[in-house]
């Protein structure tokens, strides 16, 4: 089993930055590709980036390209997103998610293992 936990969500106002944290333990030697998702209120959970094992391959939502920057570091089985320039838009519960296959997906189906999340506001 692994367990994710995230940290680093708070209030901030547009055009600021954030980092997110989050933090695997238990069985880490299965996660391989990750990812982070957000969810707004009254909205279905989005994909907003995700990372290969060895951190070579990245994707980025649309919406977050350019902003936004997904980082891991094995030796510490953490995860970041770096976010940047943030917009009311933005704000939403972050959610961290693992999976036991190599590969990006942006189906939060697809994903075995979540997080608790974060909450992100952003005011205008």
């Known amino acids: 089993q692994v367990r994710l936990v995230e940290s680093g969500g708070g209030l901030v106002q547009a055009g600021d930055s954030l980092r997110l944290t989050c933090v695997a333990t238990g069985r880490t030697i299965s996660v391989n590709a990750m990812g982070w998702f957000r969810q707004a209120p009254g909205k279905e959970r989005v994909f907003v980036a995700g990372i290969s094992w060895n951190g070579r391959t990245t994707t980025h939502a649309d919406s977050v390209k350019g902003r936004f920057t997904i980082s891991r570091d094995n030796a510490k089985n953490t995860l970041s997103l770096q976010m940047n320039s943030l917009t009311p838009e933005d704000a939403a519960v972050y959610y961290c998610?693992?999976?036991?296959?190599?590969?990006?997906?942006?189906?939060?189906?697809?994903?075995?293992?979540w997080g608790q999340g974060t909450q992100v506001t952003v005011s205008s």
């Open positions: 998610a693992a999976r036991l296959q190599n590969i990006i997906v942006t189906e939060a189906d697809e994903y075995d293992y």
